[in-house]
């Protein structure tokens, strides 16, 4: 089978699979701990000294325009103090021991799967595209670790932002603003409405502002609910999303993709079960499915 022969699908359930891998850095405690201990005082320093980290130290409308749906003043203001305290390289290798020490905790390290996920995962990262992929192309300039436990991890890094770069792009060509993605998410139903604006830093103004935009196209109504249109075209972005997103397993053949995902989907169900990922998260990610470890390539 071709890469032109696989399934969007696909990519969403590999997405579903790497993602709480990832995701660890950003709410394992011990991942808190680390960047805490650099001088960054709450979440949201740790998380943009950390995910802007490979950046280096890039001014904060570079990191807004990557990051694609963040306040622009949440990213200066956040960025302006981690970087007062701390640097990049020491970001990145707290980032890297915070996720380790997570991954480890969760029972990642003893699963003898490991070093085939490790290595699968590493092989599609690497291999992935970088054209037209920003942060991900930070990323994949930063040196391999040789540990499977932080190999894995940097390989899931990869992988999310390689997805996450193919989701703006697909969001640029259907005319969604960054700002405007996060209504038209909350409106879809996929995370409440209440918890974008905490977690995305709206006032009323700026939301209502958004929404207008969004009705004046037709893809809410004046109130803020889904319209047919609003719905297909979150449904063409999706699809769009994951069609590029089949990139990232361009280099594996049919059966390294089976044997990644029946290695990768018991360790993300075990960093699931320990509970540091919340159920609700801007990612979106689905767990309906995560005990069927296979491809589905056949």
Request: charged share 25%.
């Amino acid at each position: 089978m071709t890469t032109a022969a696989r399934r969007p699908e696909l990519a969403r359930r590999f997405f579903d699979r790497f993602e709480p891998i990832h995701a660890v850095t950003y709410f394992a405690p011990e991942s808190r701990s680390a960047m805490d201990q650099l001088g960054c005082r709450g979440f949201w320093e740790g998380y943009f000294a950390g995910r802007a980290a490979p950046l280096e130290t890039a001014a904060a409308p570079v990191v807004t325009a990557l990051f694609y749906n963040f306040s622009a003043a949440r990213v200066a203001k956040s960025l302006t103090r981690a970087w007062a305290t701390t640097s990049p390289a020491a970001a990145l290798r707290a980032r890297s021991d915070g996720a380790a020490a997570a991954l480890t905790r969760c029972g990642v390290a003893d699963d003898d799967r490991l070093e085939v996920a490790a290595a699968l995962a590493a092989k599609a990262a690497a291999t992935a595209p970088l054209d037209g992929r920003a942060l991900f192309a930070a990323n994949a300039a930063l040196p391999w670790p040789d540990d499977p436990v932080r190999r894995l991890w940097h390989a899931a890094t990869l992988l999310r932002e390689h997805r996450g770069d193919g989701h703006v792009a697909a969001l640029v060509a259907a005319g969604v603003t960054g700002r405007e993605s996060n209504v038209l998410q909350a409106a879809g139903g996929t995370i409440p409405a209440d918890y974008v604006k905490r977690a995305r830093d709206y006032d009323e103004t700026e939301w209502q502002s958004c929404t207008a935009r969004l009705a004046a196209r037709g893809l809410l109504t004046d109130d803020g609910a889904l319209t047919e249109a609003g719905a297909q075209l979150r449904r063409d972005i999706e699809t769009v999303t994951d069609t590029v997103a089949l990139g990232a397993l361009a280099g594996l053949a049919d059966d390294e993709v089976g044997a990644l995902f029946a290695a990768l989907t018991p360790l993300t169900r075990r960093v699931v079960a320990a509970g540091d990922v919340p159920d609700q998260t801007p990612m979106g990610l689905r767990r309906d499915e995560l005990d069927d470890d296979s491809a589905h390539l056949g």
